[in-house]
């Protein structure tokens, strides 16, 4: 093993430095260390990327990695979930919550709402140097929630994070209760999690979905995940004639669900017309400040008597779910591999994110060599 980590520090709106550090020798017994094979890039890191708007520089980024555990702290026996880890096994990391707010200690099935609440590739940096994926060498901190994944392949473990965030969001439509096989649905914005959500409402069994964004090739790939009805909002004039013709394949009434992927506001607006009256929508597509929306809320809420859920991020009991959804959605043929349409070398991370904030592929994914 090297005796040095090389990581790529943001130092400012796109600006990489390589850094190394000392790979630490031991760790504390409840702490690991974890050799990064690959992390997927989020939306997140691309508008870190450009401005800095969370203040975190320099900071190594990378939350949706994964990695091979080269030291282990002796009490650290089982993951999350329960599954005994041992050196060499392969890793996921959801978040690290504080144990003291309010929704710790009040609602600890939804510590995704901790105040405080920690995750690597989002944390400034400290002594420790080494707390982001977009480096060589990861060290994984007491209290941190985390999940033996050795069963799964290296692209689906890189599919692990996002995939949460869908699997997530549709468990928060599930309390709704309009979701069921008969449920038309429409997603609006087919990214990375737009498509995911696809998949998870296809493993679910639910067959009529539409899909409106502004690519098409992302719409042709939506229909390989099983969307019945694609809509590109570019080809409207207005939107009222887009929003006729997509009401024309629910019956002329709207979607019975709507889920809101983008984080343009002004999709935002629209998504509430697509909703038939006694239907229901989900946010999921503001993980960061997009700017306010303007909605008749006489006619968007009260009148449709419309059912809303937010969405924000995954909780650590969204992960095996996630787990099973990604071997299912394997199993009954969707394309998750179609996903990561580029994979680049740490050393080319600038090039990573350019990529990512073009909008020219799907998800990118930065893999260590």
Known sequence: MSKKAKLAFLTAPKTFEFREFDIPETVGDDEMLVKVEACGV??????????????????????????????????????????????????????????????????????????????????????????????????????????????????????????????????????????????????????????????????????????????????????????????????????????????????????????QCTGSAKAAANAWKYVKRGGGMCEVGFFMDGGECAINHHYDICNKEISLVGSWVYTPQDYPITFNFLKRAVGIGLPMGKLISHKFPLEKINEALETNVSMKGIKIAVVME
């Open 42 to 259: 989020c939306g997140t890191d691309g508008h870190e990327y450009l401005r800095d708007p969370f203040g975190l520089c320099p900071v190594v980024l990378g939350h949706e990695g994964t990695g091979e555990i080269v030291k282990i702290g002796k009490n650290v026996k089982f993951d999350t979930a329960g599954l005994p880890v041992k050196l060499g096994d392969k890793i996921v990391t959801c978040i690290i919550p504080c144990g003291e707010c309010d929704a710790c200690k009040n609602t600890p099935a939804r510590t995704n709402l901790c105040e405080h609440c920690g995750i690597y590739g989002l944390m400034p940096d400290d002594d420790v140097h080494l707390n982001g994926y977009f480096g060589q060498y990861l060290v994984i901190r007491k209290n941190s929630t985390f999940f033996n994944v050795s069963d799964l392949s290296l692209d689906m473990r890189i599919l692990v994070e996002p995939a949460t965030v869908a699997v997530h969001c549709v468990e928060r439509a599930k309390t709704t209760g309009l979701l069921n096989f008969a449920t038309k649905v429409l997603v609006q914005g087919c990214g990375p999690i737009g498509l995911l959500v696809i998949s998870v409402l296809r493993t679910m069994g639910i067959e009529n979905i539409t899909v409106v964004d502004g690519n098409d090739s992302r719409l042709e790939l939506a229909k390989e995940f099983g969307a019945t009805h694609t809509f590109n909002f570019m080809k409207y004039p207005k939107f009222d004639e887009l929003l006729a013709d997509v009401k024309k394949v629910h019956n002329g009434l709207g979607a019975d669900f709507v889920f």
